[in-house]
């Protein structure tokens, strides 16, 4: 019974994490890494091994390492300054709570053209860096997802 309440935790746990991948205020691979975790310590690690565990706690920490170098990378190369990628992360959550959906890819766009016009820069200047920061932030968010629908796929495949 308590093997069945802990694999229900880890399923839900993994479904949030798989909405932070996208959400800024959940630790979306951690979560599904963490779910994937107590699955497969109650299960006596008999479905998926221990090394696969560890592959996968390995990978997450370089994705959430990359997941901050990526905007920065981005940004950098297109010369954006500290309020363009801060006008990124909070146009990602403005602009999730105001357009749904589509506010993930328009949001982190226009908060960071505007923190780049809050610097003093012009708007094609603004509009490059932005550019560079959303680049920089969407393929962040890309490589969390395919770790989180990859470790997602192992606990499911689990049970085959």
Request: glycine content about 14%; cysteine-free; hydrophobic content about 65%.
């Amino acid at each position: 019974m308590s093997e069945i309440i802990l694999i229900i935790l880890a399923a839900v746990l993994m479904l949030a994490g798989l909405a932070g991948v996208i959400l800024p205020f959940l630790p979306g691979v951690i979560l599904v890494w963490l779910g994937f975790f107590i699955y497969t310590a109650a299960t006596g690690f008999s479905q998926i091994s221990l090394l696969a565990v560890l592959v996968f706690f390995g990978l997450t920490a370089v994705v959430l390492a990359l997941d901050f170098l990526a905007p920065l990378l981005g940004a950098k190369k297109y010369q954006a300054g500290k309020l363009g990628i801060l006008g990124a992360f909070l146009g990602l959550a403005a602009g999730l709570v105001v357009l749904g959906f589509w506010g993930i890819i328009v949001g982190p766009f226009v908060g960071a053209f505007l923190g780049e016009l809050a610097t003093g820069r012009e708007k094609k200047q603004a509009f490059k860096s932005a550019l560079g920061t959303f680049v920089g932030f969407f393929f962040g968010t890309l490589i969390r997802l395919i770790l989180a629908l990859i470790i997602i796929g192992f606990f499911i495949g689990s049970f085959f």
